[in-house]
C-alpha cells in the first residue's frame, strides 16, 4: 500500500511517522507541489495522504471538491501542523490519528477480499487445507492482497510474516508452501493447472519455483493491480 507526504518545502518525512507507516507495509512517496501530489494519489493509488502545511486546511490546498468528495474517496487525508509538531501534545495526537487512519485502510482493504472465494479456487487447484502448508499458502496470499502488489516486498520477507504468525521460522513457511504446491500439480497434473489458470502446460511441468507460482496466484486472485 502507498503513503504520500505532501510539503511545498520537500523536507524530510518525521522518524516517527515514517516508522509508523512502514512497520505497517505502506511504502511512501514524497512530494513537494499540487500537480504531483494529486497525479500521484491517482497513479499509486494511495491510501493515506499526510499535509505538512502551515495555516491552511486540507481543501485549501485540495482546492478542487470534486476530487476531495469523489475521486479520492476513501484516501485518508491528515493534516500535520508545521507550527506545532513539536509539541509533544500534539505530536502524540497526531500519531494516535495516524495509527486510526492506517486501521481504516486495513479494513477497507479487507472488505473486497472474500475468504470463501479464496478457499474455493484453492481447492479448485487441487490444493487441500488439511495441511499447514495450505494455511501458509493462504496468507501470504492474504498479505499479497493487503500490500496490493506481491512484488512490493520480497517473497522472503512475506514468508517471514507468516512465520511470526504462527511461531514457526520463514524457512518452514517456505518449505511446506513447496510441498502443499507439488502435491497439487500432482494431483490435478500439469495440464489441469493449465486449463485452470490459463498458463502453459510447459510451465508446471518445469516444476516451478515457490515464489514464481506465489506470483503466479496472486496474479490468478487478481490482488496485483
Known sequence: MNAIFYHEQNCFIDYDISYILKKNNFYIETVNNIGTLISTIILKKAKIVILKTRNKSIDEIIADEFLLKTLFNGVFFLKLDEEKEKDITYKRDFLARLKMSIEGVIEKTKEPFNIFNIDNKLI?????????????????????CYLGDCKKMPMGKIYEKVAQKHNTSAKNVERLIRLTILQSINRVGAKGMSEKTGICEEFFKSMPTTNTVLELLCGYFDFCT
Not at 487447484?125 to 501470504?140: H, I, Q, V
Open 124 to 144: 479448485s487447484l487441487g490444493f487441500l487445507p488439511k495441511y499447514r502448508g495450505y494455511t501458509f499458502l493462504k496468507d501470504c496470499l492474504k498479505f499479497c
